[in-house]
C-alpha cells in the first residue's frame, strides 16, 4: 500500500470515528420524518393541481354542451321558418361543437383517472409518514432511555469522564496520604533507636543528655512518693494556709 492509499484510509477511518460521534440517531430521524412530509405536501399540491385541471374541463365542457343545445334550437327555428340554408350552418356548427366535447371529455377522463391515483398514492403515503411518525419517536424515546441508563451505569461503574477525574484526584490523595504516614513512622522509628537525633537534643553530649533523663526520672518519682504520702490513711492533711 502506497503512502497515498495508507493516508486516504487513515484520514477515511478517522472521519468515520469523528462522524459517528457527532451523528445523534434522532435528529436523523427527525430529517427523514421531515423529508417525507415534504414529499407529501408535493404530492398532495399535485393531486390539487389535477383537480384544477379537471374542474376547468367539466366548466368548458358544459359551456359547449349550453352552446350546442342553443345551435340546434336555432337550427329548429330556422328550418321552422322556411331558412334551410341557415338551418345546415347551425347544424354544421354544432357538429364541430359535438367533435371539441367528445375531445375533452376524453382529456377529462384522463384527468379524472390521473387524480384517483395521485389521491390513493397520497393516502398511502400519508398512512406510511404516520406509521413512520410513530416508529420515529419509539426509536427516539428508546435511545433516550438508554442513552441516561448508560450514563447512570457510567456513574456507577465511575468511568465516565468527570468521575474518572474524580476517581484520580481521590487516588493520589490516598497514595499521597500512605506516603506521609509512612514517611512519619520511619521518622519515629529512626529517632526511638538513635540513629535519628532528636533536634531538641542537637549539640549535646550523649552523658548530658543521658543526666537529664535521669533528673527527670527523680523527679517523677518523687512526686510520685509524696502523692503516695498524702493518699495513705492517717496520714496528716496539709493545713490551708489563711
Known sequence: MGLWQRFKLIFK????????????????LDYSYEKQLELLQKVRRGVADVATSR?????QIQGLAQQESKLEEQARAALA?????LAREALTRRSGLHQQIADLQGQLATLQDQEEKLTVAAQQLQ???????????????TYSAAEAQTKINEAFAGIS????????????????TAQMQARAG????????????????MGKDNITVELER???????????????????PGAAKPEIEG
Not at 398512512?127 to 424515546?141: H, L, W, Y
Open 13 to 28: 477511518s478517522k472521519a468515520n470515528k469523528a462522524l459517528d460521534r457527532a451523528e445523534d440517531p434522532r435528529e436523523t
Open 55 to 59: 374542474k376547468r374541463l367539466e366548466l
Open 81 to 85: 321558418g322556411g331558412r334551410e340554408d
Open 127 to 141: 398512512s406510511k409518514v404516520d406509521a413512520f411518525r410513530t416508529k420515529k419517536e419509539t426509536i427516539k424515546a
Open 161 to 176: 469522564d468527570e468521575l474518572g477525574d474524580v476517581g484520580l484526584a481521590v487516588q493520589r490523595a490516598e497514595d499521597k
Open 186 to 201: 520511619a521518622i519515629d522509628e529512626l529517632v526511638a533507636s538513635g540513629a535519628l537525633s532528636d533536634v531538641s537534643s
Open 214 to 232: 535521669m533528673a527527670s526520672e527523680n523527679d517523677v518519682n518523687a512526686q510520685l512518693d509524696a502523692m503516695k504520702r498524702e493518699l495513705a
